[in-house]
């Protein structure tokens, strides 16, 4: 079977700056970069790890998924993203095994990287979300 990898760990924090003193500053991961995505309403902070990187969310609108959920749950761990070499193959594999996607279709971001989530009520209240790099 492929060798999956974590690729990152997100978690929603409602103060950047403050979460940015703890990632950063006390913990000392390294910031690669802070980045606006405007389609998501969101603002992510990049740290990182050795072997995967930690994304600091921050919602910028109040409609968006982010959002909500900061309102409903308050800041803290999101979602993991499993790295997998073949997404379609990994979704297949899931939907065989009845586990339900929030995603029917791979979806794609700017840089290429195609992803898709499984429903938490099918993973025992983890978001999980599967990526595959170009
Ligand atoms: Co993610």
């Known amino acids: 079977m492929a060798r999956i ?3 990152h760990i ?3 924090v409602s103060d950047m700056e403050a979460a940015l003193g703890f990632w950063q500053g006390a913990l ?3 910031l690669q970069r802070i980045e606006s995505i405007a389609a998501e309403e969101v603002e992510v902070a990049f740290l990182e790890t050795d072997n995967a990187h930690i994304e600091l969310l921050l919602p910028t609108g109040d409609d968006s998924g982010i959002a909500r959920y900061l309102a409903s749950k308050g800041g803290g761990m999101h979602h993991i993203c499993l790295a ?3 997404i379609e193959a990994a979704m297949q ?3 065989d095994a ?3 996607l929030i995603n029917e279709r791979p979806r794609q971001r700017e840089d ?3 992803y898709a989530f499984v429903h938490p009520k099918s993973s025992g209240g983890v978001l999980v979300e599967l ?3 170009t």
């Open 5 to 7: 990898a974590i690729d």
């Open 10 to 12: 997100a978690i929603v």
């Open 28 to 30: 000392g991961l390294e």
């Open 84 to 86: 997998v070499a073949d």
């Open 93 to 95: 594999r899931l939907d």
């Open 98 to 100: 009845g586990i339900e």
């Open 112 to 114: 290429g990287t195609r």
């Open 131 to 133: 990526y595959q790099k």
